[in-house]
T-cell receptor
Framework: ETGVTQSPTHLIKTRGQQVTLRCSSQSGHNTVSWYQQALGQGPQFIFQYYREEENGRGNFPPRFSGLQFPNYSSELNVNALELDDSALYLC???????????????FGNGTRLTVT | LAKTTQPISMDSYEGQEVNITCSHNNIATNDYITWYQQFPSQGPRFIIQGYKTKVTNEVASLFIPADRKSSTLSLPRVSLSDTAVYYCLGSARQLTFGSGTQLTVLP
């Protein structure tokens, strides 16, 4: 089975710019979640997408947005980058069955974003 | 959301059994308890999941008491390669990680 892949692996942007991060879900999974992980901290939930719609959101401002495509791949877009946005961004796919999570999260290895 | 609490760090020696306990006082009825392992610069990796009592797989055991307000991850005979951060999650929807437990295995 194909695992979760994220691109790019590293990225450097300037404050105020916009960035798009990409994620390919594991085959058979229909849900994708995005996380921000600052150095030394646990992953913080940004949002989750199911059937191409946002299906839950953490405490992140609207300049964090996403998309899920029919093939269950996903994008995370961040506008007006701030220095504090520097972090590892993780994508995780899973199988959502009915109203419950039917599988554990399967994570990619993330995109390391540095904002200068 | 089921907020979790874990020890910040633990040290152990190679070959010992390690038990990491997580408290999740407000876990919902339909929530599973899931544990993940994370190495530096990698995404978390699923270890084990359970709902109640005991679950065992090839790498770990998970003990969950009847009230489900806590769980204990047991790693038998740890090796240096088990040095990592371990997270417990207790939510069926919003998947909120705590700060995790940094396990350091010493030779």
């Amino acid at each position: 089975e194909t695992g979760v892949t994220q691109s790019p692996t590293h990225l450097i942007k300037t404050r105020g710019q916009q960035v798009t991060l990409r994620c390919s879900s594991q085959s058979g999974h229909n849900t994708v979640s995005w996380y921000q992980q600052a150095l030394g901290q646990g992953p913080q939930f940004i949002f989750q997408y199911y059937r191409e719609e946002e299906n839950g959101r953490g405490n992140f401002p609207p300049r964090f947005s996403g998309l899920q495509f029919p093939n269950y791949s996903s994008e995370l877009n961040v506008n007006a980058l701030e220095l504090d946005d520097s972090a590892l961004y993780l994508c995780a796919s899973s199988l959502w069955v009915g109203s419950a999570l039917g599988s554990p999260l399967h994570f990619g290895n993330g995109t390391r974003l540095t904002v200068t | 959301l089921a907020k979790t609490t874990q020890p910040i760090s633990m040290d152990s020696y190679e070959g010992q059994e390690v038990n990491i306990t997580c408290s999740h006082n407000n876990i919902a009825t339909n929530d599973y308890i899931t544990w993940y392992q994370q190495f530096p610069s990698q995404g978390p990796r699923f270890i084990i999941q359970g709902y109640k009592t005991k679950v065992t797989n090839e790498v770990a055991s998970l003990f969950i008491p009847a009230d489900r307000k806590s769980s204990t991850l047991s790693l038998p005979r740890v090796s240096l390669s088990d040095t990592a951060v371990y997270y417990c999650l207790g939510s069926a929807r919003q998947l909120t990680f705590g700060s995790g437990t940094q396990l350091t295995v010493l030779p």
